[in-house]
Structures are given as structure tokens and as C-alpha cells.
């Protein structure tokens, strides 16, 4: 077994590149909204971040309205653009072959529940994880929350075994409030370099999942 006895991926930009589908929903709700078409650029800046923080903060909206676009927002994902999606190359692989080391392993997204759910069902990533937990409709939960609750069910009672891999600084803040240990990865959306995460404190940054799997095995 490796030095973790519990590792959780983030799903977006970790496990899975759904940068397509993300992007196409973003562009869908500000033309529903009625805004004028954002940059590329400024569209990716949506992958990873809770969706409702992001279209606040992006258009200025209250509460009320940011709750109203966040709605549009998944309803155009969850009906058109869900499965615009791959899992990286190797990924799969990895899963198996930690569960075959005794490793427990989970999912904590950010990502809705049943969206993140639906969406490792259905390349067949679901199974192979002992646990998988998304964010709440209301996004209510923080990072930390659902990495918490992850560890809960797979019994972990020392978080020093457990480390979190992720993509952005949310993922790495929230290991860092509970105390689990964090490795990050550039090849998602967040972290591009190791420079990108040199004010966290990581474990190891991979830039791809072969280098994952050495750091995890």
C-alpha cells in the first residue's frame, strides 16, 4: 500500500476533462440572460468554481438572480451538455488499481450530486469507488464539507492518511481547513505550472496521471 490509505479526486479538471460541456452551458445561460458573449478565456475561469459564486460574481447579480441563472445554468447541462466529457487518459486504471491495493477511494466534487453521479455512471467510473458525494442544490456546502463527509463514510479516523487531489485552490483549501494532505494536478483547469501552487501546501503537483499514480502507489 502507498503512504495514503484514503485518497478522494475532485472530478472536474481531475478525473474527468468536461471543459466542453461546462463552457457550452456557460455560453447558453448569458445568452439566455441576455448578456453579450463572453471571451473564451473568461468562459473557462467557470470550470471548477461553484457555478452560482461564479455567475455572481462575473455579472454582478443579487442573491436571487445569481439562484435564477445558476437554475438555467443546470438545466442546460444536466439536458444538453452532461456527457460532453472524457476522463483523462489513465485515470481509469488508477482507480482499479488502488482499489486492488486495499486503498479506499472516493469522489468530492463540487459538481451537483446527481449530475456527478449520472456522469461517472456512465463511462463506467461510478462502481470502482467506494464512496462518491457532490455538492447540494443550494450550495450550501463548502470544499471541506464534502471532503469531510467522504472520509466519514469510508471510515477514516485519521485524516493524516487521507490526501485529496484536485485541480484549483478550492481543492487545497479545503484539504488544508480539515488537515488532510493535498496533491495537485496541472493538467485540469486551475493549476497550470508548479509555480501555480506554491503558496499551498502540496504533497506532490503531477502533470499527468502517470506521475499521479507513482506519488499514490
Do not use: W
Not at 35 to 52: A, E, N
Not at 59 to 75: H, M, N, P, V, Y
Request: hydrophobic share 35%; net charge negative.
Amino acid at each position: 500500500m502507498g503512504k495514503y490509505k484514503y485518497v478522494l479526486f475532485d472530478l472536474d479538471g481531475t478525473l474527468m476533462d468536461t471543459s466542453d460541456g461546462v463552457m457550452k452551458s456557460v455560453e447558453y445561460t448569458v445568452n439566455e440572460l441576455g448578456y453579450s458573449p463572453l471571451s473564451p478565456d473568461c468562459v473557462r475561469k467557470f470550470i471548477g468554481p461553484p457555478i452560482t459564486d461564479s455567475l455572481r460574481k462575473q455579472f454582478d447579480l443579487s442573491d436571487e438572480q445569481a439562484k435564477a441563472a445558476t437554475k438555467i445554468f443546470r438545466d442546460a447541462y444536466k439536458d444538453k451538455f452532461l456527457y460532453y466529457a472524457k476522463p483523462y487518459p489513465g485515470i481509469q486504471r488508477l482507480i482499479t488499481a488502488l482499489g486492488n491495493a486495499g486503498i479506499k477511494t472516493a469522489v468530492a466534487t463540487y459538481k451537483r450530486d446527481d449530475y456527478a453521479k449520472k456522469l461517472l455512471d456512465h463511462y463506467e467510473m461510478l462502481a470502482p469507488f467506494d464512496f462518491a458525494m457532490g455538492a447540494d442544490d443550494n450550495n450550501v456546502l463548502k470544499k471541506s464539507d464534502i471532503v469531510k463527509t467522504c472520509l466519514e463514510k469510508l471510515g477514516c479516523t485519521d485524516y493524516n492518511d487521507a490526501v485529496l487531489i484536485g485541480d484549483t485552490y478550492h481543492d487545497a483549501t479545503g484539504a488544508e481547513q480539515i488537515g488532510v494532505h493535498f496533491v495537485a494536478v496541472t493538467f485540469g483547469f486551475g493549476f497550470r505550472n508548479i509555480s501555480d501552487t506554491e503558496e499551498y501546501n502540496c504533497d506532490a503537483v503531477c502533470s499527468n496521471v502517470e506521475e499521479l499514480a507513482d506519488v499514490l502507489l
